[in-house]
């Protein structure tokens, strides 16, 4: 496999405005993502930026920008568009879709969420983390994935998506982190699929590529990244990432 890892980035959050260029103990975040995206080793990094000041912020810390229409309606289709930039001639055959809110992530993640391709009928890799209590269970804003791990096992099918607390009955529950790694055809074929019914319904993007027949596989980890979707985690950020 040959990654290449693209990091969509736009200004409009609605829940904290500015969110990339937010300061880290001295860094805008998306520097951080940069920084995190490097340190796994996995291949070329690259920011897709929804608007000019993220280009410059990245280009200002040697990092390589592209800038896309504002407009697009999700992360993945930046990424996309990115891509024909990036990459026209495609020898990257696999991309690393990693979210621009995340400073906290292990790199060690990103080199896992490539593993699950290497099986050839897995289409998508992506990442879990269990799920510690009833709190984060019933959390609409977690994101629930339906797999189980036989004994031993760190790679399960994905069988659904769910802001709901899934699988029902006794057993780990397992929180999926927006992070995945797809095939370029796949990405290809994805964004070119109107949303699906599902998606739309519990609004999570990864049901169109379940919904479309595509497979995707989870990749279990001890501990995850948080986003950072809200100034009370913001702080939060800044009392756990180092200094500059």
């Given at each position: 496999?040959?990654?290449?890892?693209?990091?969509?980035?736009?200004?409009?959050?609605?829940?904290?405005?500015?969110?990339?260029?937010?300061?880290?103990?001295?860094?805008?975040?998306?520097?951080?993502?940069?920084?995190?995206?490097?340190?796994?080793?996995?291949?070329?990094?690259?920011?897709?930026?929804?608007?000019?000041?993220?280009?410059?912020?990245?280009?200002?810390?040697?990092?390589?920008?592209?800038?896309?229409?504002?407009?697009?309606?999700?992360?993945?289709?930046?990424?996309?568009?990115?891509?024909?930039?990036?990459?026209?001639?495609?020898?990257?055959?696999?991309v690393v879709?990693?979210?621009?809110?995340?400073?906290?992530?292990?790199?060690?993640?990103?080199?896992?969420?490539?593993?699950?391709?290497?099986?050839?009928?897995?289409?998508?890799?992506?990442?879990?983390?269990?799920?510690?209590?009833?709190?984060?269970?019933?959390?609409?804003?977690?994101?629930?994935?339906?797999?189980?791990?036989?004994?031993?096992?760190?790679?399960?099918?994905?069988?659904?998506?769910?802001?709901?607390?899934?699988?029902?009955?006794?057993?780990?529950?397992?929180?999926?982190?927006?992070?995945?790694?797809?095939?370029?055809?796949?990405?290809?074929?994805?964004?070119?699929?109107?949303?699906?019914?599902?998606?739309?319904?519990?609004?999570?993007e990864q049901?169109?590529?379940?919904?479309?027949?595509?497979?995707?596989?989870?990749?279990?980890?001890?501990?995850?990244?948080?986003?950072?979707?809200?100034?009370?985690?913001?702080e939060r950020?800044?009392?756990?990432?180092?200094?500059?």
């Open positions: 496999m040959n990654p290449i890892v693209v990091i969509p980035a736009r200004m409009a959050s609605t829940r904290l405005p500015g969110k990339p260029l937010a300061d880290i103990n001295g860094k805008p975040m998306i520097v951080h993502m940069l920084d995190r995206g490097r340190e796994a080793g996995i291949g070329p990094v690259a920011v897709a930026c929804g608007d000019p000041e993220i280009a410059d912020a990245v280009r200002k810390a040697g990092g390589r920008a592209v800038l896309t229409d504002p407009d697009l309606p999700s992360g993945s289709d930046r990424v996309h568009a990115a891509l024909a930039e990036l990459d026209p001639n495609r020898e990257h055959d696999v879709n990693l979210q621009g809110d995340f400073p906290t992530l292990d790199p060690e993640g990103l080199r896992l969420v490539v593993t699950p391709l290497a099986d050839p009928n897995i289409d998508i890799g992506t990442l879990v983390v269990p799920i510690r209590d009833e709190i984060e269970a019933t959390t609409v804003s977690f994101v629930k994935a339906a797999c189980a791990f036989e004994d031993g096992q760190t790679i399960a099918p994905a069988l659904y998506f769910s802001r709901q607390p899934i699988p029902w009955g006794l057993g780990p529950r397992w929180h999926h982190v927006g992070i995945y790694a797809y095939r370029r055809p796949v990405l290809d074929r994805y964004v070119s699929l109107p949303p699906s019914p599902l998606e739309r319904r519990e609004q999570l049901l169109r590529a379940l919904e479309n027949g595509m497979r995707i596989a989870c990749v279990r980890m001890e501990h995850g990244p948080f986003g950072v979707d809200t100034a009370e985690d913001l950020a800044r009392a756990m990432v180092p200094h500059s």
